[in-house]
C-alpha cells in the first residue's frame, strides 16, 4: 500500500467554484503535512503547512483528520491561475522522509 | 537570483552513456536532495544530503552516484544509463532535514 493515495483527477471546474481534494496516507503515526503546488512542467512549491487544528491561507483552507487519516484541501473562488496539480506531502514521526502523493490536476475554466 | 539553480534543464542522451546533472543553492540551506519525478508524476527522493554528509540513500541502482562537493552544491552522476532513467530530476533544498522544501526547475532526461 502506498504512504500517500491521492485521486489524481483530473478536475475540472469552473470559475468562482469551490472544489475540495482529499488525500489518505497509511501510517497513523505520521507527524507533518503539507501541500505542494506543481505548475505544468515546473517545480513544486509549498502551498501550505497543515496544522492540527486546520489552517487557512485566503482561499486556501487545510484540514488534517487523523482518525480518517487524510487531508484535505478546499479552494474557494476558484481562478483561472489555481490550475496546477496539488501534491499532498506526509512525514513519518521516524522523520526519516517527505512521502509525496501522485498528485490532483486541477483545471480551472473560464 | 534562482534560489536552487540545476543544469542542465534538458538532456538527450542515448543508452549505455554516462551524464552528469549539477545543482547549486545559494539560500544557505544545510540540506539538499535528488528526486525523480517519473511519467506518472510520482515523486521519489533517491539521496539526501546534510552538511555534505549523505543521510539517506534510497534503493536506487549504484549507477546514480551523488556527490557534494560542499553544502551549496549537490550533483547526480549517472554511468550506463537505460531507457528508464528518462524522467525529470528535481534537485532541492531546506534549511533543516525535512523543513521547506526549495526546488530547482528540474531536469529533464529522455534516454534513447
Known amino acids: 500500500r502506498k504512504e500517500v493515495e491521492q485521486d489524481p483527477g483530473p478536475f475540472n471546474v469552473p470559475e468562482g467554484a469551490t472544489v475540495a481534494f482529499n488525500c489518505t496516507y497509511s501510517?497513523?503515526?505520521?507527524?507533518?503535512f503539507f501541500w505542494y503546488r506543481q505548475d505544468c512542467r515546473k517545480e513544486p512549491k509549498l502551498l501550505m503547512s497543515?496544522?492540527?487544528s486546520g489552517n487557512e491561507d485566503g482561499r486556501f483552507t487545510a484540514q488534517l483528520n487523523r482518525a480518517s487519516q487524510y487531508i484535505s484541501l478546499l479552494i474557494r473562488d476558484s481562478k483561472l491561475s489555481d490550475s496546477a496539480t496539488y501534491l499532498c506531502v506526509v512525514i513519518p514521526t521516524t522523520g526519516n522522509q517527505f512521502y509525496f502523493g501522485t498528485g490532483t490536476s486541477l483545471t480551472v475554466i473560464p | 537570483d534562482t534560489a536552487v539553480s540545476q543544469t542542465p534543464k534538458y538532456l538527450v542522451t542515448q543508452m549505455g552513456n554516462d551524464k552528469s546533472i549539477k545543482c547549486e543553492q545559494n539560500l544557505g540551506h544545510d540540506t539538499m536532495y535528488w528526486y525523480k519525478q517519473d511519467s506518472k508524476k510520482f515523486l521519489k527522493i533517491m539521496f539526501s544530503?546534510?552538511?555534505?554528509?549523505?543521510?539517506i540513500n534510497e534503493t536506487v541502482p549504484n549507477r546514480f552516484s551523488p556527490k557534494s562537493p560542499d553544502k551549496a552544491h549537490l550533483n547526480l552522476h549517472i554511468n550506463s544509463l537505460e531507457l528508464g532513467d528518462s524522467a525529470v530530476y528535481f534537485c532541492?533544498?531546506?534549511?533543516?532535514?525535512?523543513?521547506?522544501?526549495?526546488f530547482g526547475e528540474g531536469s529533464r532526461l529522455t534516454v534513447l
Open positions: 532541492a533544498s531546506s534549511q533543516v532535514l525535512w523543513g521547506e522544501l526549495f
Open positions: 497543515v496544522y492540527s
Open positions: 501510517n497513523s503515526a505520521s507527524q507533518s
Open positions: 544530503y546534510n552538511n555534505k554528509e549523505l543521510i
